[in-house]
Each structure stands twice: as C-alpha cells, then as structure tokens.
C-alpha cells in the first residue's frame, strides 16, 4: 500500500490542482510501479508560509523581500 506526503505552503491552491496532483501521483505509482490505485494513498498537506522557512527566513519574509526587489527593479 503505497502512501505519499506532499507538502505545499498554502497560498492559492485550488481544489482542482490538487486534484490533479493525486491522480497524477497515482497514475505515475500505477505506470512505473505497477501499484494499486485502489490501494495507492495520497495526502497533500498545507503549510502556512510563515512556518515553513529556508535560508534563516520565513517564506512569507522571502516573498516579502522578493516583492520589494521587484518593485525597485
């Protein structure tokens, strides 16, 4: 019984793309493993971006410093 973890931060994601995402998954398991779909299990788990963090910084700080960037470029 296959089980896979994704984790995204959450910012905007529908519905329909994570969808998508489990049967894409699902259909990549079934193709190249030769698993199960009916015992293939997918969860998708939202992160908020202030509690995910890389570099010694939140995301929502990363964004924050990258929209800044922008607006002086």
Known sequence: MPFVS???TRDG???EQKAQVIAE???TLQR???KDPHL???V???V???NWGYAGIT???YREQLAEKEGKA
Do not use: A, C, N
Request: aromatic content about 0%; cysteine-free; proline content about 0%.
């Open 32 to 34: 190249v493993l030769k």
């Open 25 to 27: 998954i699902t259909e």
């Open 6 to 8: 994704v984790r995204i």
């Open 48 to 50: 908020d971006t202030d």
């Open 59 to 61: 995301t929502t700080q």
């Open 44 to 46: 998708i788990e939202e």
């Open 13 to 15: 994601v529908t519905s």
């Open 40 to 42: 293939t299990h997918i």
